[in-house]
Each structure stands twice: as C-alpha cells, then as structure tokens.
C-alpha cells in the first residue's frame, strides 16, 4: 500500500462510514475499522425509523416490526400507536454487515486496523493518515479524511472541534434476554431519574420473548439497570421469567458541532453529534450526513466545489432540529418526577395523544414535543422558543 494509493480514507466501517463510502463515486476510498469484524461490539439498541431504514437503503436484519410506544412516567402511562408500523427492530449484526457487504463493491476495507490522523509534511493546512495494521505502520496521503470514528471521536478532538463544551458523552448498558412476557408490537419507555436522571430505560421487544432492556445515562449505568429490572413493577412482570443472553455497553454523544470540516477532514455520524438528543437515535441524521458527505467529496474530487458545503447542507436539513432538541432536552432535565407526572396527566385529559399519533414523526421529535409542551403549558412553550431564538 503506497501513500497515494487512495483519494478517500474513511475511519470507521460502522453503518455511517460505509453509506458515506458508497456515495464517494470519483475517488478511490478506503474504509479503515478498527475491530476485526463489521457490526460488533453492539452499541445500538436497533430501533430505526421507517424513513431511517430506507435511508440506510433497506438492509437485511429486521427481527420485530413496531406500531408504537407505552411511555411510563413514575406514576403515569400514555399509549402512543395504531396500526401503523412505526419502526423496526434490528439485529445489528447483521444489518451493519448487510450495508458493509454493499459497500465493499466499490470501496476498500481493512479490518483490525487503528487510524489516526496527522499533519502532512510541507502542508500545514492538510492532513494524512497514520494506520497501525497487524504490527506495521502505514501512512497515507489522500485528498479527503472522514472521521466517522464515533462518540469519542479521536479524528474529531485532533482537529480540535470536539471537545466538553461542544458535546456531552453519556453511556449506554443494555442487555439482551429471553423468555419475556411482553407486548412485541410496542416498545416500552420509562421516565423515571430513580433508574436514570438524564435520559431514560427503555425495554424493545425483538418479536417472541426477546427483549433488548437498557439505559443511557451518566455513569454506573450496570448497577442502576440491574435496580430498574429488580424494582420497576412493569419490568419485573414482564422479565419474571428471563435469562440474560447477551450484554453491550456503548457511548452517546449529545451535542451540536458548529464546526464539522476542517482543512480536508470532515466528520459524521456520532463523530459529528448527529444524533437525536431526545432519543439517542443517530441512524437516520448518520445517514443523511453520510450521503450528503459522499456527495460534496464527490464533487470535490472531480475538481469543483468546496468540502465546506457539507456543513451548510446538514445543518440546512437536520441542524435546526438538533438544537431545538437540545433546548427542550435542558429544559426538560429540570423537571423531576412529580413534574412529568403532572405532564402526563394533562396530556391523557387532552386530545394530544391523537395529535401524536396522527402527525407523530420519529425523526422530528424535537417539533413534535415542543408542539405537546405548548399546548399544555403555553408558558413552558413560549420559554423553549426564547431560548431557541436566543
């Protein structure tokens, strides 16, 4: 492998590394992972949206087919869902292998290899690629880098435009079980800050009597799962039953990067904080970056355009969203229990459940509970959008 052998070098072969991969038509690209097989360690809970699935390009690993959601406050409980099919389930092995498979018809992987990135020689502005493969050393000259390295993106804190101010990591324990008594056309939601203070648990069925049974939150997140499973009266009558079958912890990067390109290094997916910040999910922005990454690089490559488009046209499509999710979610971090009981006692007296239901967009959250916290407390709404504007 010589040093200009690529015009693309791509660290991480997760799903957004690959779908950023693919749309790269000009070029020659590499895709660098550093684990020795595609989709593990898992890190997701494999929830995706109808409109993150086609995006991702309808790959293979769907288990379970979901139409909506039970959300528990301590006290309280709202249905969401109908008929409609909503998301669904993957097995994220075999998805993420599904979209790398595809992927490697056009791009070039190496496996159990570490990367990271440099400044070239004689050119301050520009950067290269160290790899550390199998006890060698290999540096590499392309045109473009993208950092699609995830939460703790290492690409992103050499560039300097990662750091604790601009994103907060959390971290995610999840296990997998069997023989569970449960629901499998609904994912069940649980607010309540006795198990986690910053986000939420979560129990997603994964069709017959598999559930995946997790929590994001900050710190000691093992011990306060095993106390939601023992303790919660839902949880523990739905895994009365269950045995573990497998367990994964994860990280999640909730932030907004105003900066996600600099000198010929782009950053996406997670590395970018493309991710929900009222749900974790980073499937449907990660693939919506990834594309419009592949498609500015391609353009670049063919010797137009500048590598900065890509930051104006992801924050054009999803940016706003993510910092108006990020707005609500500080407001909504001050509220304790009794607060949300409050707020799901007024949204089950409202007509807002249909609300949902009929205008409900999984990839819009932050709209959409703006809207309910408006119509129930017009003052709470007001406040988010000063601060929004502001």
Request: aromatic residues 8%; proline residues 2%; charged residues 30%.
């Amino acid at each position: 492998m010589e040093k200009n052998d690529y015009d693309v070098v791509i660290i991480g072969g997760g799903p957004v590394g690959c779908i950023t991969g693919a749309n790269i038509k000009n070029g020659k690209v590499l895709i660098v992972e550093e684990h020795q097989s595609i989709g593990v360690p898992l890190q997701c809970a494999g929830l995706i949206s109808k409109k993150g699935v086609k995006e991702l390009g309808d790959p293979k690993g769907v288990v379970n087919k979901v139409r909506g959601a039970y959300i528990f406050s301590r006290k309280n409980m709202l249905k969401i869902g109908n008929e409609e099919i909503r998301a669904y389930v993957f097995e994220r092995k075999v998805m993420d292998k599904d979209i790398a498979i595809k992927t490697a018809r056009s791009c070039d992987f190496l496996l159990k290899a570490y990367a990271t990135i440099q400044r070239k020689e004689g050119k301050k502005k520009e950067y290269s690629v160290k790899i550390s493969h199998l006890g060698k050393d290999i540096e590499l000259q392309p045109k473009v880098i993208v950092g699609a390295d995830g939460a703790k993106s290492t690409t992103g804190k050499t560039l300097g435009i990662v750091n604790n101010k601009n994103r907060e990591i959390l971290s995610s324990c999840q296990l997998e079980m069997v023989n569970a008594d449960v629901d499998d056309d609904f994912v069940y939601v649980f607010f309540d800050k006795r198990y986690s203070e910053r986000f939420f648990t979560w129990i997603i069925p994964m069709g017959k009597d598999r559930v995946r049974v997790g929590l994001i939150d900050r710190g000691n997140c093992y011990k306060k799962l095993l106390k939601f499973i023992e303790e919660n009266k839902i949880a523990k009558e739905i895994l009365k039953n269950s045995t573990i079958s497998e367990f994964s912890t994860g990280s999640l990067p909730i932030g907004y990067l105003e900066r996600t390109v600099k000198n010929n290094v782009l950053l996406v997916g997670d590395a970018a904080c493309h991710v929900k910040p009222l749900s974790g999910g980073g499937l449907y922005y990660g693939a919506r970056g990834g594309k419009i990454a592949g498609k500015v690089i391609d353009e670049y490559l063919d010797g137009g355009g500048d590598l900065k488009y890509y930051e104006e046209m992801w924050k054009r499509e999803f940016g706003r969203e993510i910092k108006m999710g990020l707005m609500i979610r500080r407001v909504l971090l001050k509220f304790d229990d009794d607060t949300l009981d409050k707020i799901f006692e007024k949204i089950k007296k409202s007509d807002l459940l249909d609300y949902i239901n009929t205008h409900g967009d999984m990839d819009k959250q932050a709209s959409l509970v703006l809207k309910v916290l408006k119509s129930i407390d017009m003052r709470l709404g007001f406040r988010i959008l000063k601060n929004l504007i502001q």
